[in-house]
């Protein structure tokens, strides 16, 4: 029974065929093609119109930040660099002054020459005088008009050409970069602005430091080498870069302007360092019109 059934099951299959599926295109309406479409070009203008915007961004912040960087061999203009290119004019003629049709400057604004400060220059004068003056006799209370207007024409002759010789207007380059040195020791020698500036919140006294009390003029601290350095790096420069267009090819003062800067460099970082970023530290770099990149990034001369 079993094999006959077996036997014609088989005949009932073997008739039977499998046919393969048939493939299905996947295929879609032309509306949303055409809206998946507009929104990708949709999406890389956006992406464009943020590329082009961020690129404007950073090319205009570029520009900014080189108007507002910092020459790092003559700086940005300030009050001290001003003062050390200011070239006093020469005195005005002698018949100009007798006639009173020329002005001379004012002692106490001038600076002089030969490491004569204006405010010691009126008492020379007046003990001159004193000394020189004709004297009279000790029962004669009468003095002479004649030898009085003689002495007082004497004297002030003698006046005018000290004033001529003293003139920082009438000195060489070499007596205005001497003169220039003497301000820098002036304004940022510690003698000074140990008094001037505000003292840094936590720093020690004198007496707790217990250093030996300051002799004389301070002329060996790091601002004030940076700024001897600096009246020597814009004299140099101004010679090597002349305003008539004339291309020096001195080799050896442009090495020597590469080591000098490089050697401020190295001041203003070790006073940053000592300091830690103080008062002393933004005073100096406040008058040289330098910033941050002038101190710790490589400079390229």
């Known amino acids: 029974m079993s094999s006959r059934l077996q036997t014609s099951l088989a005949a009932a299959f073997s008739s039977l065929r499998i046919a393969p599926a048939a493939a299905r ?15 990708g070009s949709h999406n890389v203008q956006l992406a464009k119109k943020r590329k082009e915007a961020i690129q404007a961004r950073k090319a205009a912040l570029a520009a900014i930040r080189a108007t507002q960087a910092a020459d790092p061999v003559k700086g940005k203009p300030t009050a001290f660099l001003s003062a050390l290119d200011e070239v006093p004019p020469p005195l005005p003629a002698v018949d100009s002054v007798r006639s009173k049709a020329g002005q001379m400057p004012s002692l106490e ?27 009279t006799a000790g029962n004669d209370p009468y003095p002479d008009p004649v030898k009085e207007k003689a002495f007082q024409e004497r004297h002030e002759r003698t006046v005018e050409a000290i004033r001529r010789i003293i003139a920082l207007g009438n000195g060489s380059s070499a007596d205005r970069t001497r003169s220039n040195k003497q301000m820098c020791i002036e304004l940022f020698g510690r003698h000074n602005t140990d008094d001037a500036l505000p003292k840094d919140p936590g720093a020690p006294t004198p007496e707790e430091t217990g250093k030996t009390p300051r002799a004389g003029p301070d002329t060996g601290s790091s601002e004030v080498q940076a700024a001897i350095l600096t009246v020597k790096i814009r004299a140099l420069e101004k010679a090597l870069h002349r305003n008539d267009g004339h291309n020096t090819k001195d080799k050896h003062n442009k090495r020597s302007l590469r080591l000098m800067v490089h050697r401020r460099q190295k001041l203003l970082k070790y006073l940053k360092r000592k300091e830690k970023g103080g008062i002393r530290y933004r005073n100096i770099m406040a008058a040289l019109g330098l910033d941050e990149d002038a101190v710790h990034k490589e400079l390229f001369l």
């Not at 295109?25 to 929104?39: C, G, N």
């Not at 020459?113 to 010691?120: D, K, R, V």
């Open 25 to 39: 295109t996947f295929s879609t309406s032309p509306s949303v093609l055409s809206q998946q479409q507009s929104i």
């Open 109 to 135: 604004e001038a600076r002089l020459n030969h490491f004569i400060t204006p405010q010691e220059l009126p008492e020379f004068i007046q003990n001159s005088m004193e000394l020189t003056k004709p004297r």
